[in-house]
């Protein structure tokens, strides 16, 4: 099953994406819809906020009186972070209650407002930020929303900026120009990256490639990285270390377009236990790729490669305090 994470700005035009990736055949989860969820007539969640913000924003039916609470928490951070506390567990736990009901080799996306401002990116094998110019998106909040210039540009101020989400995206598909331009690249990429990657997930194999020359640095490599070491450090707490090395770890180095990551782990059965889970997180083994026969007196304990067709990536599973390893001592995780 192929996670993804899709997300955006308001009015950027992430409902779009999310429907277009449903009609496709995705299972799609969506924040706001389990965000009203948890909060209906005689749930704890509507209780818990009541109780955290008062009565009064109970309906004559006994409902949340949505647009009430949202005027009492925008614009007052400690108020915001209140709710999310309230709220965000519960939503991220029916969301993973609806995964768990999906097909096991379904695409799942969870359509997620705030995933990158609730630190979830690495909880996804592919992260997906729709994105449109701020004069556009003020527009269409005018627009299809009804609220004024003003009261937009400080709905859009306050949420998190465009360079910031973005950099946490594994995929950024522009909204800027038309629909059709917006679903076509949508329809791009489900067919040439999401299904094979998902395809790939579920024999267990990773992504094929072949030979990779030399290109000019890239300098979103190292956020590339940071992605990709947040998914392995979260694989398991037997991963005691993770380290981007390599020709692309160095800047300004011409480079194969290959993230290598030294994975450290205590004993070979850790390294035995990980093989499994690596794979479901989307690192299968790839023992015949070059670089997977490094000598085992060395520390080498095994040799994973990504499964997404879009990200080649090799990992190097290594004893921690062998000659491989990086110094020899667990890092910060």
């Not at 008062?54 to 928490?73: C, N, V």
């Not at 709220?87 to 993973?96: F, G, N, S, W």
């Not at 629909?179 to 997930?201: G, M, S």
């Amino acid at each position: 099953m192929l996670r993804v994470g899709l997300t955006g700005g308001i009015a950027a035009g992430k409902s779009l994406a999310a429907g277009r990736l449903r009609a496709l055949g995705a299972v799609v989860i969506d924040a706001d819809a389990l965000a009203r969820e948890v909060v209906e007539p005689g749930t704890e969640g509507l209780a818990e906020v009541l109780d955290a913000f008062g009565g009064q924003l109970a309906s004559a039916d006994g409902s949340l009186d949505r647009r009430a609470l949202g005027d009492i928490i925008f614009g007052d951070p400690r108020a915001r972070e209140r709710l999310n506390a309230i709220l965000h567990p519960r939503i991220r736990a029916l969301a993973e209650a609806r995964t768990a009901q999906a097909p096991a080799d379904a695409v799942v996306v969870e359509d997620l407002p705030l995933l990158v401002e609730t630190g979830q990116v690495a909880r996804f094998h592919l992260v997906v930020v729709i994105d449109a110019p701020e004069d556009q998106r003020i527009d269409r909040m005018v627009r299809l929303r009804g609220m004024t210039p003003e009261a937009a540009l400080s709905r859009l101020r306050a949420q998190l900026g465009p360079d910031e989400r973005n950099s946490a995206a594994d995929v950024v598909i522009d909204n800027a120009g038309s629909e059709a331009d917006t679903l076509a690249h949508l329809e791009a990429l489900w067919q040439t990256r999401i299904l094979p990657f998902n395809a790939n997930l579920l024999a267990g194999v990773p992504a094929l490639r072949g030979s990779l020359d030399p290109v000019e640095p890239d300098p979103t490599w190292p956020a590339q990285a940071e992605r990709l070491s947040a998914r392995l450090r979260r694989v398991d707490p037997r991963v005691l270390h993770v380290e981007h090395f390599g020709p692309t770890a160095v800047p300004g180095r011409r480079a194969p377009d290959v993230l290598e990551f030294r994975l450290a782990v205590a004993t070979p059965a850790d390294a035995a236990a990980l093989r499994p889970l690596l794979t479901a997180a989307g690192f299968p083994p790839a023992p015949g790729r070059p670089g997977a026969g490094q000598p085992a007196a060395r520390g080498r304990l095994g040799f994973h490669s990504c499964a997404d067709p879009g990200r080649a990536a090799d990992i190097h599973l290594e004893l921690a305090g062998s000659a491989a390893a990086p110094d020899g001592v667990p890092g910060p995780r």
